[in-house]
């Protein structure tokens, strides 16, 4: 299975470096373990986020792609959608019935035919349109809710955090 | 009540309990059932019905139309996981509708690619599902294809592909077939929530579309809780003559060898 699976991601490493998407760069850590990738996703123009660059770690189980990754920033980011500890809830990476936040019907899910490139994009329109109907950071959509000026202010701080700055 | 019982944690990764407390399921499940089983005898179907009066009649009502059954492991795609066998089964020993129906299986990876969905995520899929009945083409042994089919490898790629052809004949008929999506979801969303992900279950609808989409035909008896001593049949399509059987236990579909 690991095989199939091993397969699998290096054609979608070779999609992804021959058409990447704006915005965003994704490979293994390193070439003896394609099970780990690194990704580097750009806040998306025009949104909170916008300027920062924000690494996160994807981590693929032996029967990738029937079951998804799962995926965590490594930086400090300030997110209703991303758990205090980097980890990324959204719904395209849970199949339907594995339902720990209660995501809406229309809510796009993990299927074998999704793919990392599917992923982050969704985490870019993630970051560029938070959910606070299924929130990770419960402080960060009660802020996101009542407090954009403070919202805003968190967020580019951590936008030149990511920089270095 | 104990302090903290029920308090939510942040900090605690409860994702992946829930997903760690998935697999234990699905691992005791596999365990315990093998993905297709050995022939069975009706007698044996019986014993998990000691003191089902109801059930125990309508075991005897298949006993008396069918020869034996195989069973199929409860995960989720047992109907996908029995149709696939039942007919590569048949083929293997009779094999007049093989090549129409090869013919289909090669070019569906094309059609699927006409209807959007991406090559470099189907590809695999499809060339699994080919491999398998390539090898049933070539005439391998009874035994051959029982190892062959329950690899869990090549198993589970074989069922993701019958879901992808499913989900592609669901879209192509998208005009009919949303009157029987419920829950108000198009029926693009209702294959990625029902079709598309392992060991979502089927329904009338999935059966249907696969009928349709290959061309075979499927008989399915109904062993449910009324109170007639004998199973109802369904054919899809109706009035069609099947070729393969099934039995459908609430939530589950195995083998039936007429």
């Known amino acids: 299975m690991a095989g199939s699976a091993l397969k699998r991601l290096m054609a979608e490493y070779k999609q992804l470096t021959l058409n990447p998407p704006e915005g965003i760069i994704a490979g293994p850590v390193n070439e003896e373990n394609f099970f780990e990738w690194e990704a580097l996703i750009m806040g998306p123009e025009g949104t909170w986020f916008e300027g920062g660059i924000f690494p996160a770690r994807l981590t693929f189980p032996t029967d990738y792609p029937l079951s998804p990754p799962k995926m965590k920033f490594t930086c400090e980011i300030f997110h209703p959608n991303i758990y205090p500890d980097g980890r990324v809830c959204i719904s395209i990476l849970h199949a339907p019935g594995d339902d720990p936040m209660g995501y809406e019907t229309s809510a796009e899910r993990w299927s074998p035919v999704q793919s990392v490139e599917k992923i982050l994009l969704s985490v870019v329109s993630m970051l560029a349109e938070p959910n606070d109907e299924s929130a990770a950071n419960v402080d960060a959509a009660k802020t996101w809710r009542e407090d954009r000026q403070k919202f805003q202010e968190i967020a580019q701080r951590t936008v030149r955090k990511s920089l270095g700055l | ?258």
């Open chain 2, 1 to 258: 009540m104990a302090e903290g019982a029920l308090n939510y944690d942040p900090s605690k990764n409860y994702d992946d309990q829930t997903c760690a407390q998935q697999r234990d399921i699905e691992k005791a499940i596999a365990d315990e059932q093998p993905l297709v089983s050995d022939i069975l005898s009706f007698d044996e179907l019986k014993t998990e019905y000691q003191d089902d009066e109801i059930f125990k009649l309508k075991i005897d009502d298949l006993k008396g139309r069918y020869k034996h059954m195989r069973k199929t492991r409860g995960d989720g795609n047992c109907f996908f996981r029995a149709f696939g066998f039942a007919y590569l089964e048949q083929l293997l020993n009779n094999n007049t509708d093989f090549p129409r129906f090869k013919e289909i299986a090669s070019k569906s990876k094309d059609e699927l690619v006409a209807l959007g969905f991406p090559q470099f995520t189907i590809e695999d899929f499809h060339e699994t599902f080919m491999e398998v009945i390539e090898k049933v083409e070539k005439k391998c042994t009874n035994e051959e294809f029982y190892q062959l089919y329950t690899d869990q490898g090549i198993s589970d790629y074989f069922v993701v592909y019958l879901r992808l052809i499913v989900s592609g004949h669901l879209q192509k008929e998208e005009d009919f077939f949303i009157h029987f999506v419920e829950g108000g979801r198009t029926v693009k969303e209702f294959c990625n929530q029902e079709v598309e992900p392992m060991h979502k279950e089927s329904d009338h609808i999935h059966i249907t579309a696969l009928t349709a989409a290959l061309g075979v035909n499927i008989r399915v008896e109904y062993m449910d809780r009324g109170d007639t001593p004998k199973c109802n049949q369904h054919d899809f399509p109706d009035g069609s003559r099947p070729s393969v059987y099934l039995l459908y236990r609430p939530s589950h579909y195995d083998i039936l060898y007429p």
